[in-house]
């Protein structure tokens, strides 16, 4: 018994390792990337422009490089994920385009690029294996804490145990120790896990989800209605700029498009996730069929559920973001919902690209 607590602790220390360096190695990619500049398409392909993405939240300086990556066929030697495709499953892995699954996805596609991440780190059955009760795991992923584990299960002191039911007491102790669609309460007079959007105006919570409006006034720790900011869609560069009445904080996002005028963020609106119907309805079968820490693209693929994801994004349209225009060399790099184009954008030329002038878009 002693011998395997130290294999598993060895295992979990080489791991811990592994991933610390990944993360770092990560860092300094992304610090050699966060400046680029407009330049015309450096694929011979194509003479159209694109943009790569580049930070969504303050303080946004993100010069865009129009640079297009033809994707690359899985099997593929490459360098970067977006060389693969667009599809979220579609990554460079050890220098091959490969489908990278999570623990607890679909597997052994006949084409033999599968490659299953964390748990077991095997396709069993047709699924990436996930680790269950007392198996060791690590929560120091920086893609989610409890990705060892399996759907409905979560890593706390690096063991796997099943979530919490619906009115079982909890601690707070880890944000995912209740199950799926729930969140433990720590206002209420006991602590216990809730359902999402079930409390009402003038109830205590812990957790603006909690609240059918999605706001909990900081003055008296009760779910209430949103106030107006102090400038609702006025600029920002932070959080601390977006203040409501009752002196809580709001989101400080990127303007979609920024020329450089004024701040590059603004105060965004808070809409209630119940007024959202494909919201309600995509969160319906994404607490039954996907991990908790899975992001929504990756569920929406295991699901086969694309198109509806793509409604809960134009759901999020309504926005007071105060731009007014976008270039048209960003139409094919913004979200449908963003650019204002529902048919194929018209491109403009190599030549009209090179005479534009350089903006700095921070989405």
């Known amino acids: 018994m002693h011998e395997s607590a130290m294999l598993a602790s060895r295992f979990l220390e080489g791991r811990r390792h592994f991933w610390q360096r990944c993360k770092a190695l990560l860092h300094e990619h992304r610090a050699h990337r966060s400046v680029y500049s407009v330049r015309g398409p450096k694929s011979a392909s194509s003479s159209a422009p694109s943009c790569s993405r580049c930070l969504t939240t303050p303080p946004c300086e993100s010069w865009c490089e129009a640079e297009a990556y033809p994707p690359q066929a899985l099997g593929s030697t490459c360098h970067l994920d977006r060389e693969c495709g667009e599809d979220v499953s579609s990554q460079c892995y050890m220098g091959i385009c490969r489908r990278v699954l ?35 795991c690590w929560d120091g992923y920086q893609e989610g804490m409890d990705l060892d584990c ?18 079982h007491t909890c601690l707070g102790e880890h944000p995912n120790e209740c199950s799926r669609g729930l969140r433990c309460n720590l206002a209420s007079s006991r602590r216990q896990c809730m359902a999402e959007f079930v409390v009402e105006l003038g109830e205590r919570s ?25 400038s609702s869609g006025g600029d920002c560069g932070s959080a601390d700029a977006c203040v409501r009445g009752d002196g809580s904080t ?50 929406a693929y295991e699901l086969d559920k694309l198109d509806l994801l793509e409604l809960v994004r134009k759901e999020s349209e309504a926005t007071s973001d105060p731009t007014q225009s976008v ?3 960003a139409y ?23 005479a534009a002038k350089p903006v700095v878009f921070g989405f």
């Open 327 to 329: 270039p048209e060399c």
């Open 332 to 354: 094919d790099f913004l979200p449908r919902p963003y650019s204002g184009r529902a048919a194929q954008p018209r491109r403009l030329s190599s030549a009209a690209v090179q």
């Open 150 to 167: 399996m759907t409905g299960w979560y890593c706390l002191r690096a063991s796997c145990v099943p979530q919490l039911p619906r009115e």
């Open 206 to 230: 812990s957790d603006p989800r909690l609240c059918k409006s999605n706001h909990v006034d900081p003055r008296s720790g009760e779910c209430a209605a949103t106030p107006p900011y102090d």
């Open 102 to 136: 999570w623990a607890g996805q679909k597997c052994a596609h006949a084409d033999g690029h599968d490659v299953c991440l964390f748990g077991g780190q095997l396709c069993d059955d047709g699924y990436c294996e996930s680790l269950g009760t007392n198996q060791a």
């Open 250 to 299: 709001g989101q400080c996002l990127c303007k979609r498009w920024w020329d450089g005028t004024g701040a590059p963020g603004f105060c965004e609106l808070l809409i209630p996730d119940l007024e959202r119907p494909s919201f309600l309805a995509f969160r319906a079968l994404r607490n039954k069929g996907c991990h908790h820490n899975w992001p929504q693209e990756r569920c």
